[in-house]
């Protein structure tokens, strides 16, 4: 098992890091101007051992294709032996597959090479770049840290659906009713929270019907009455509850008072 750790990112066009200057990738690094000062035979930086992946499954070497991606492993080796090479370069185009890229890190590890510069060529004009290093003889008792899984809430065992509305003096058009629909049907959880707490034996599909009283300022409403099969009295004391929770807008009429019936159905 091979471990590896991602010692930075960065944010550039092709390979770098803080130690190797971007324009390395398939050669030898540019050494910077030299002034009236600078010694007359500056010597250039090491250059990066370049291979890249392309998407249609070829790798290539300082630009030239191997002619067998296995080949990979064997002119990593040859590469390391020069010792005229500071690390590796690896590039990647687009939709190359992540099995692709682990088998190239692997075989590049296997050669010798403990600094890995990774880059993804991009679509568009940034690459994100990761510096990667090999750990040498990890210890056998090391295992790979396993992330801890979010628990998913619970999943309501009904489902819920607007069933009917009637404004008292109107207007009953689409609008009107939208206007005190929605505020209801956003506050739906809570109505399956108290439907989830039925209790065996009791009938857990049909309608609820309430009467309420909305102030002309908005606000909260007030329960004037109910109507349901549904449940319990403990179900008919929560759904009462939480219909006196939905919060409405001032209506543009002033103080209403509308009929809702909302459709429980279990899902279980």
């Known amino acids: ?15 770098c890091s803080g130690t190797v200057n971007s324009s390395a990738v398939g050669g030898a690094v540019a050494a910077h101007p030299q002034t009236a000062t600078a010694p007359p035979h500056t010597e250039s930086l090491p250059r990066l ?23 990979l492993l064997e002119s990593a080796k040859s590469a390391r032996a020069l010792h005229d090479s500071s690390g590796v370069a690896l590039l990647i185009e687009p939709d190359v597959a992540d099995s692709q890229t682990s088998q190239a890190v692997n075989a590049l590890i296997d050669a010798g090479w403990t600094r890995i510069h990774i880059s993804v060529r991009p679509r568009i004009q940034n690459a994100t770049t990761a510096v ?13 840290a396993t992330a801890p899984s979010a628990s998913a809430p619970p999943r309501s065992a009904f489902t819920l659906r ?48 309430v009467d ?55 899902t279980e």
């Open 212 to 266: 309420l009283y909305i102030p002309g300022s908005g606000g909260h409403p007030k329960v004037k009455g109910t109507r349901t099969r549904v449940g319990d009295k403990a179900f008919v004391k929560c759904v009462s509850s939480a219909f006196e929770q939905v919060d409405f807008l001032k209506p543009s009429r002033g103080a209403a008072m509308i009929s809702y019936s909302l459709k429980f159905t279990a």
């Open 132 to 144: 990667v290093m090999a750990a040498p003889n990890p210890p056998p008792s090391l295992e790979p």
């Open 49 to 71: 051992f370049t291979v890249e992946l392309l998407a249609n499954g070829e790798v290539l070497v300082f630009g030239t294709p191997l002619a067998r991606p296995t080949q």
């Open 1 to 15: 098992m091979k471990y590896l750790a991602i010692l930075g990112l960065a944010t550039c066009s092709w390979a």
């Open 162 to 209: 607007s069933f009917g509305l009637h404004i008292g003096g109107g207007p009953n058009d689409d609008a009107t009713k939208s206007f005190f629909r929605n505020p209801i049907e956003s506050e739906f959880p809570k109505f399956q929270s108290c439907a989830d707490g039925i209790p065996d034996g009791k009938s857990r599909t049909g309608s609820f019907g």
